[in-house]
Structure formats: C-alpha cells, structure tokens
Nanobody, 123 residues
Framework: QVQLVESGGGLVQAGGSLRLSCAAS????????MGWYRQAPGKSRELVAS???????NYEDSVKRRFIISRDNAKNTLYLQMNSLKPEDTAVYYC?????????????????WGRGTQVTVSS
C-alpha cells in the first residue's frame, strides 16, 4: 500500500513560519505531480501549491511570495515552507501525489492523499 504522512503543522502567531513535510512510502514506482491543498472550516478544499517531478511550480495567488513548495525525489518527500503566515491561512493542509504505483506486474496510475495536518495562525 501507499501512504502519505504529513507533519509540521501547529499553532503559530501571525507573521510566523512553519515548514510542512509529506513523506510517501510503500510501492512507489514514480511520483509525478505533488501538491499541497488546504481546507478551512466551512470551505472547500483548495490547491495551495503544486510541483511537477521536473520542478515547475504553481501557487495559489494568496500564498505567492510567502510560501515555497519543494520536493526531494530521492526521499519521496514534499515540503511547504510557509512564511509571513496570516490568520486566513488557518486550515487543515493535505498532501497529494499522482504517479505510478505497485509491483512491476501490477503497476497502476493513481493519486493518493495524506490525512492532513492542522495549521492554526493566531492574530
């Protein structure tokens, strides 16, 4: 099985920083796009940032110039450096990975989600 496990969330004051990590494990053949999503209470889940295997990134407008997404392909790990945090960044942050999984004889293409990590920014 494939697992994505997020870490690094917590409580921080406005203007502070946090670094989220997402480690993928299991029958990984190749991870293509990876991304961070967030869901605030009463709101839909939204894309925060994404990164392809080769490195091109994409950011939601409200986090540009504050958040930095990166990945370590050798470690199958995704990161999100969050700076200048605002109360409106408060949400559960989820990791997503699209790729190829499973043993050679039964490989398949799919996406997986982590269970999320809570980020709370106090004013």
């Amino acid at each position: 099985q494939v697992q994505l496990v997020e870490s690094g969330g917590g409580l921080v004051q406005a203007g502070g920083s946090l670094r989220l990590s997402c480690a993928a494990s299991g029958r990984i053949r190749s991870i293509n796009a990876m991304g961070w999503y967030r869901q605030a209470p009463g709101k839909s889940r939204e894309l925060v940032a994404s990164i392809s295997r080769g490195g091109p990134t994409n950011y939601e407008d409200s986090v540009k110039r504050r958040f930095i997404i990166s990945r370590d392909n050798a470690k199958n790990t995704l990161y999100l450096q969050m700076n200048s945090l605002k109360p409106e960044d408060t949400a559960v942050y989820y990791c997503n990975a699209e790729g190829s999984w499973g043993p050679v004889e039964k490989k398949y293409e799919s996406e997986y989600w982590g269970r999320g990590t809570q980020v709370t920014v106090s004013s």
